[in-house]
């Protein structure tokens, strides 16, 4: 593959003029811009519009030429450059598509099979290096592999317990703003204002002796009175006086 900048799939082209009208009648009119780099002005096509003769002369001349492959209206045409050797045999050179008005290169067959052999290359380079960090030697040993899965696997958990630590701190930090902190602070200010504290006297300090404890617990003794109370005798009868037996 050559450079970037002579290979023409690396390109595209459009001109926003044509791109509103563009139709299956006009297409090829279009692809033959003077400004398109995809257009060999040294075809056959360029000679049959200078003579103004109608396209289906191309099939009498030999050499280079363009013709409209594949139509799908209004978003793709195919367009093919090949080259006519007789009347009846041509040999394809390569396709070109036009997608929404933008006309691409199609790769052929030789770059996609060079475009993911490359790519296969180069992600199997990258296994071998990272598998070649992993590999060790001694000389009393010899050589064996040393992966460090578990050392990664504790590092990973480290770094998850910091992030729910620092979630749950912003989470703390985010239940309230700082003006709502500062409105909060006005207002327990303004109902101090309003309602001051009270001054309530402490009792004062128990100083006295005990000869003075014990009189004041004595005068302090509630008194228990005991009533007894007695029940009223019923008027009862004199018991009959029973005579002697002599």
Known sequence: MGDSKDNLLWISWHDSAWIPILNPTNVMDYFQSTTNPFYDRTCNNEIVKMQRLNMEHLSNLTGLEYMLLHVQDPILYVIRKQHRHSATVITPLADFYIIAGVVYQAPD??????????????HLQGAFDEART??????????????????????????KKLQKKSSKEKAKEDSSSAFQRHRVNILLADLARKFPLKNIPYPAANNQQPEQRASIEENTKVEVKVEVKTEPQAN???PEKKPRLV
Not at 109 to 122: A, C, D, H, K
Not at 140 to 149: C, D, L
């Open 109 to 122: 067959l030789g770059s996609v099979i060079n475009s993911r052999i490359s790519t296969t290359v180069n």
């Open 236 to 238: 009862k009868p004199p």
């Open 134 to 159: 992993y590999s060790r030697y001694h000389p009393s040993k010899g050589y064996w592999w040393e992966f460090k899965e578990t050392e990664s696997k504790d590092q990973e958990d480290e770094n």
